[in-house]
Structure formats: C-alpha cells, structure tokens
C-alpha cells in the first residue's frame, strides 16, 4: 500500500483551498475598483474544482484540482455618484459585483475545508505512525 496517496490527496485540497482563498482575497480587495486594466469595474472571480487522480501506485484514489478560475457574468451595480471620475454622463458609477457578505460566507467554508483537510491529514499521519510502532 502507498501510504503516500493519502498525503497526496490531502495536499491537493490544501492547495485548491488556498487558491479559493487567494480569489477570495482578490474579491474583496478590489469590491471598490471601478476601472481595471481591461476597462470598466472589476468582475468577482470564482474557482472551479475538479477531481484528478492522484500519482501512487494505486488506481481510483483521487484528489482536487483547480479546473478553472471563471469570471462572474453578473452585470455591475450601478451607483448615483455624479462626483465619481468614473461616472456616466447620468451620474452613474458601475461598480463591481463583489457582495462583501457572501464572500466572507465564501472565505469561512474555505477555511473550514482547509481546516477538514488539516485534520485528516493529521489523522493519516497519527495512523501511519502507529502502524509503524505496531510492526517494532
């Protein structure tokens, strides 16, 4: 048996989590910016997970992946700001479609997947060590 493949399907979540978490971060720090390089304000982004099997010598173990980081097609909130440089000729502002409260809902459930696959991680571990002092 691959001990390993356990530890490795573990480290796949721990790092899918921590990019959704990176998007997350990015969310929230730009849920003001109203102009972006590719013009007009900034579109929340969202991380697709996928599985992929897991490199051991066992067939059918499988991790997680990032598939894709896709942007939210949600129109801009349009604001009555006429002091706003990026105002319309109406007053308007489109502003970006960042919910400050969901993602901060998001950010919690990353943190408790990340947190989950701590916990196993440390679980394996724990078994893999007894199973060592077991054959002494």
Not at 63 to 78: A, F, H, K, L, W
Not at 112 to 121: C, I, K
């Amino acid at each position: 048996m691959d001990w390993f493949g356990v530890f490795r399907v573990s480290s796949s979540a721990l790092e899918a989590q921590r990019t959704r978490m990176n998007s997350i971060a990015s969310n929230m720090a730009n849920a003001h910016s109203t102009r972006t390089l590719e013009g007009g304000p900034y579109r929340r982004k969202d991380v697709v997970f996928s599985t992929k099997e897991v490199e051991t010598g066992e067939k059918g173990l499988e991790g997680v992946q990032v598939s894709q980081i896709v942007e939210d097609r949600t129109p801009p909130t349009m604001v009555y700001d006429p002091g706003h440089p990026d105002a319309d000729k109406n007053g308007y502002v489109a502003m970006p479609n960042v919910n400050v409260i969901e993602e901060m809902t998001n950010m919690m459930m990353a943190t408790r997947a990340y947190e989950a696959s701590v916990a196993a991680f440390n679980m394996s571990k724990g078994m893999v060590t007894k199973s060592f002092e077991i054959g002494r």
